[in-house]
């Protein structure tokens, strides 16, 4: 493991190579991250809805357990995630190796293929070919949608906070550990827990929330109006409660 004076260099070096990709290669990537993301979130819905009312929890601690692969495919094989973004670019940022300009015009490229991503999906496996179209999966797709539409502003913006605060640190950590085994443990936990607290996340709820559209239980506005503060207190999760924090602890010294 490495030590966190060398994780912040690594991570800023990781925030300055996002910015010089191709605009296709981040398309593509950006496009994957979504993708992996929702279909991390089907499989919770796969696993979870099945379990009876009365171990709700044991469902959710079982969904929660298989959603990481989605951002363990984006780490080890490739992808761009809109909530790693905002820790990894705003650390490089803070190291004044990425501008303002190409920080902001990273993170809304990105968002952009991740939002198609997570539609592509909802849409695709699960309203096409019927994954979130069948019985108990639709009602608990129904159900999860409905409780994150029905949070208020502030309590999406303070949960969108607590979700990437959890996903810096499994960035942090992964890109801290030296092996393929430790980056995969390192990346599990935190993931798994913030969903089986159920905070929110951004790209997750692109899935989440389209799917419920598909099945005629909510509308675009529902969407927006959840994706905004969600998306925000992620901003503020990753690039403040990880990257702000870290950075002024572990820089060093002039």
Not at 80 to 86: D, P, R, S, W
Not at 153 to 181: E, M, R, T
């Amino acid at each position: 493991m490495f030590t966190p004076e060398e994780i912040l260099e690594i991570t800023i070096q990781n925030g300055s190579k996002k910015i010089h990709k191709t605009p296709l290669a981040k398309a593509i990537l950006g496009f994957i991250g979504g993708a992996m993301i929702s279909l991390g979130y089907l499989a919770y819905i796969r696993i979870s809805a099945p379990i009876p009312k009365e171990f709700s929890g044991l469902g959710t601690l079982l969904g929660a357990a298989v959603f990481p692969i989605g951002l363990i495919v984006i780490l080890l094989a490739g992808g761009e995630l809109i909530t790693g973004n905002m820790m990894a670019v705003s650390l490089a940022c803070y190291a004044r190796k990425v501008s303002l300009k190409e920080l902001v015009g990273n993170w809304l490229f990105i968002t952009c293929w991740n939002v198609i991503g997570g539609i592509f999906v909802a849409y695709f496996f699960g309203h096409l070919v019927g994954l979130t179209h069948e019985g108990i999966y639709q009602a608990q797709v129904i159900q999860v949608a409905q409780h994150k539409i029905h949070a208020s502003f502030i309590q999406s913006f303070i949960s969108g906070i607590g979700c990437n605060w959890f996903v810096g640190l499994a960035l942090w950590l992964c890109y801290g550990a030296k092996d393929a085994a430790g980056k995969i443990v390192a990346i599990w936990f935190p993931v798994m827990i913030f969903v089986a607290i159920g905070f929110q996340h951004s790209v997750a709820n692109c899935f989440v929330i389209p799917a419920s559209i598909f099945e005629g239980s909510a509308t675009w506005q529902n969407f927006i109006t959840n994706f905004v503060p969600v998306y925000l207190g992620n901003i503020v999760g990753g690039s403040i409660f990880v990257s702000g924090l870290y950075y002024y602890s572990y820089k060093k010294k002039n």
